[in-house]
């Protein structure tokens, strides 16, 4: 039977995920935490099989707790649930120790099938988390800078109007804004791109696909 810690800043949440667990047989809720700070002193006690970690909470984040409790030479393994998306806080929960990261919204499907997978030593990602990872993964190993997933939906649009020769001005025109908006919103992707003429924009737009899928509608 696994022993799990459930760390979660809100009491329903923790009382759910209990039952949820305690009804399938197979796991013991050895202990629960509602803050960073108590999760690592009750990782530290109860040394548990897997701490389920909650991001958000007051004081010490879960990215903390979880980096203190992997730090503390157990051998818990700690499986972020949490209702943020992948795109900010999985690379730092994995960083930090994590291994492995699910969305409460799947939770009732997928969490007893995560915890299977952390205690027979494997690693659990969703599907989207998996290709998030695997993509970061592939940028870094060839060297490429970052890619489109890092603009906000506006960002990607003035970067791909912009590739496409639109000024600023037609840009505004095209999405109701002013075109000191639109030059706003274009310096922040060219700083997250680390780009610097349009020239660099029209090459990475090349590179990424964002021209030629404008080009084609």
Known sequence: MMR???VDDHNVVRAGLKALLESTGRVDVAGEASSGEEAVAKARMLEPDIVIMDLAMPGMDGVEATRRITGLGLKTKVLVLTIHDEDEFLVPALNAGAVSFLNKSAAHTDLMGALEAVARGHSYMPRRAAALLASR??????????????????????VEMCANGFSAKETAREMLLSPKTVEGYLARAKTKLDLHTRHDIVRFALKTGLLRAEVEK
């Open 4 to 6: 799990v810690l459930l």
């Open 137 to 158: 993964k592939l940028r870094s190993a060839s060297n490429c800078g970052p890619g489109p997933e890092v603009l906000s939906a506006r960002e990607r649009f003035v």
